[in-house]
């Protein structure tokens, strides 16, 4: 089962008011410090939650039987994260009030986690534990980069735009096509243009938040720092898990 496609950039995309970006870096470090700090805490938590329902969509035999059996879990848990996507990627307001923003948030990480660990629960147990080990290295590689490199991802939003576009595009075309024939090596293609998008897409993400770009955060968008961040590594394991899971 390969989760639907949607749109990734979502929201504001521009900069000044009620847009997420600002154009200039921040003035006190200890403040961005801060910043990043409550970020990816909030992304740690999200991240143990969705490792906890994986694994027990995936070890607990019961479980994964009822998922497997009642794919309905997997399209109500899609409607409940894609409404509270929509809503904290484009609306300025709730992803900003406490403590709406916090309750928001966590509502899609379950139903993140509700629909990744359905899929898990489709692929071999081994399969899942290699996906799950690439993911978290391609999180920290990506990471360790955006700290060292002077490339600036955030130069180039529209680039990004279209990168995402070509991804949804993709997925759709991909799943009209197999809706009729399984192609193998066109579900690969995909996966693997997937797992690269999201790679990048995490690597813009990722300095966003860190700041000292062209383009960074406010330091009043935490939800959306780890909304966004969040997202990308749970893609990326998903396609990673399709391609070492395609037998």
């Keep these: 089962m390969a989760m639907p496609t949607m749109p990734m950039r979502f929201g504001d995309d521009g900069l000044g008011d009620g847009s997420p970006f ?26 143990l939650v969705t490792v906890g329902i994986i694994s027990v969509f995936t070890f607990v035999n019961p479980v994964r039987s009822f998922v497997q ?14 409404v509270t996507y929509l809503v904290l990627a484009c609306c300025q307001g709730p992803r ?27 692929y071999q147990t081994k399969a899942v534990l290699i996906a799950m080990i690439i993911t978290a290295i391609v999180a920290i590689v990506v990471t360790i980069f955006c700290f060292q490199t002077k490339v600036d991802f955030t130069s180039c ?26 192609v193998p090596w066109l579900h690969m293609l ?20 860190l700041g000292n770009r062209k383009n960074t955060l406010s330091p009043e968008e935490y939800v959306y720092g780890a909304l966004t961040i969040y997202t990308d590594i749970i893609y990326i394991f998903t396609f990673i898990l399709q391609i070492v899971g395609r037998d």
């Design 22 to 47: 600002q154009s200039v870096d921040w003035d006190d470090r200890k403040v961005r410090h801060t910043f990043i700090r409550k970020v990816y805490a909030i992304i740690s938590l999200q991240l």
């Design 69 to 82: 059996r009642n794919v309905a879990v997997y399209y109500a848990s899609y409607a409940v994260f894609l």
């Design 96 to 122: 900003r009030r406490f403590p709406w923003n916090i309750i928001l948030l966590s509502i899609f990480t379950l139903a993140m986690g509700l629909m990744t660990g359905t899929i898990a629960s489709m």
């Design 157 to 182: 939003p529209g680039l990004f735009c279209v990168l995402g576009i070509v991804v949804m595009v993709t997925g759709i075309i991909t799943a009209i096509v197999l809706s009729f024939k399984y």
């Design 190 to 209: 995909y996966a693997a243009i997937g797992a690269i998008a999201f790679t990048l897409f995490l690597a813009y993400d990722t300095q966003l938040v």
